[in-house]
Nanobody, 126 residues
Framework: QLQLVESGGGLVQPGGSLRLSCVASGFTLDYYTIGWFRQAPGKEREGVSCISSSGERTHYADSVKGRFTISRDNAKNTVYLQMNSLKPEDTAVYYC???????????????????WGQGTQVTVSS
């Protein structure tokens, strides 16, 4: 069974950091562009950051540039999202997704999404 599992979310104070992990089971992440997305209550889903299969190409939403870093460790079948200088407006459920059909550039992946995980809650509050 194909599965993406996100972890690492939680409650953090403004200015703090979290590292999210997206682990794949039932398939190998190596071949696929992966994206991180988020959805806050009452808002549309937003593409946060995406990374190519090789890790050479990345894309970030303007709202997180300079604060978030996406990376991948294909040996661990895992993609990470390091989130620094967190703000209350970063509060959302964060999802990872895989472009299993290998259709998209990193930019397009951050718009379209793909095969989804179940999400992890990130709350930034004092």
């Amino acid at each position: 069974q194909l599965q993406l599992v996100e972890s690492g979310g939680g409650l953090v104070q403004p200015g703090g950091s979290l590292r999210l992990s997206c682990v794949a089971s039932g398939f190998t992440l190596d071949y696929y562009t992966i994206g991180w997305f988020r959805q806050a209550p009452g808002k549309e889903r937003e593409g946060v950051s995406c990374i190519s299969s090789s890790g050479e190409r990345t894309h970030y939403a303007d709202s997180v540039k300079g604060r978030f870093t996406i990376s991948r460790d294909n040996a661990k079948n895992t993609v990470y999202l390091q989130m620094n200088s967190l703000k209350p407006e970063d509060t959302a459920v964060y999802y990872c997704a895989a472009d299993l059909q290998r259709l998209f550039t990193v930019q397009a992946m951050c718009v379209k999404g793909g095969y989804w995980g179940q999400g992890t809650q990130v709350t930034v509050s004092s």
